[in-house]
């Protein structure tokens, strides 16, 4: 098999006509939990699920529980003013302004995204403007992600998302409008703070958090704890697409963390061999990590 990153389009072709079987494996590593043993549903339990109304409100304001105990966020990354390279800076605003406008757009099955709440489920008011983004990585190609996006998933435990997905190449595909609420992280919490949409399940980061999902390298499609690690190009796509959330959201340096950090089971490792020096580098160049 070639080992060097695959164009967008051969991606894209290659993940429709990937196998029903491979449909499992994002929902089983980056998403909920696998049911432990328990029976499979009925047809009948499957067709009651999708009857079933969206989440929502109940009337009335009731306390909200607040999550588990879990270590703070602290960020690899360092604030820095010190100038960068002017052709390296200019190279990467460009790249921004394209990422910006024209990204490549993948319209994914409506089983596997959600509109974000203005109410958590026990009917408190919740801000949900995007503050936090969430790294994580694709494990199989980009292509076999994409396929996965498309297809419609009832259930809940199968269903999964990201906002954007950065090729090997470097190539950003726009899965999912910023407005709109992911299914990038199941039970998560970021420094103390989760929102809870549906009383029976818990709380997770994706009310208001952006998820960005990196393609893993050939090497790296097992469970491993590292492979060879994401490209040069990967790392500038990823400057330039934070570069245009963060102007747009609230979101500061300090709140770009990974899905290994928000998880609260302690089973997520990704994204495996992240470097941040390399996002720290491109950022800076940027004048992201400038504080005044």
Wanted: with cysteine; glycine share 10%; net charge neutral.
């Amino acid at each position: 098999m070639n080992s060097s990153p695959q164009p967008l389009w051969i991606a894209l072709g290659a993940g429709a006509m990937l196998a029903l079987g491979g449909l499992g494996w994002l929902a089983r590593d980056l998403s909920a939990q696998p049911n432990g043993g328990q029976k499979r549903p009925s047809l009948l339990e499957l067709l009651e699920e999708v009857r079933q109304a969206p989440a929502a409100p109940e009337p009335g304001r009731r306390a909200a529980p607040g999550p588990p105990n879990h270590s703070p966020w602290q960020s690899p990354l360092r604030a820095s003013c010190a100038p960068g390279d002017p052709a390296q800076r200019l190279r990467l605003q460009q790249l921004a302004e394209r990422v910006q406008t024209s990204p490549a757009r993948v319209q994914i099955h409506p089983t596997n995204f959600g509109e974000r709440f203005n109410r958590d489920a026990y009917g408190n008011p919740v801000d949900p403007t995007p503050q936090l983004v969430v790294l994580h990585e694709t494990v199989y190609g980009i292509g076999s992600a994409i396929n996965t996006f498309v297809t419609p998933h009832p259930r809940d435990e199968d269903q999964v998302s990201y906002h954007t997905l950065i090729g090997g190449d470097g190539s950003v595909v726009q899965v999912l409008d910023p407005s709109k609420r992911a299914f990038g992280a199941g039970n998560s919490a970021f420094n103390g703070r989760w929102v809870v949409t549906n009383a029976k399940v818990g709380g997770s980061i994706n009310n208001f958090a952006l998820h960005i999902s990196l393609e893993t390298p050939l090497d790296g499609e097992n469970d491993g704890p590292s492979h060879s690690g994401y490209t040069s190009a990967q790392y500038d796509a990823l400057a330039a697409l934070l570069a245009g959330w963060m102007q747009r959201f609230p979101i500061p340096a300090s709140h770009i963390t990974t899905h290994r950090a928000v998880d609260l089971g302690g089973e997520r490792a990704d994204p495996r061999s992240f470097r941040w020096s390399e996002l720290q580098t491109r950022m800076q160049i940027l004048g992201l990590l400038c504080k005044p």
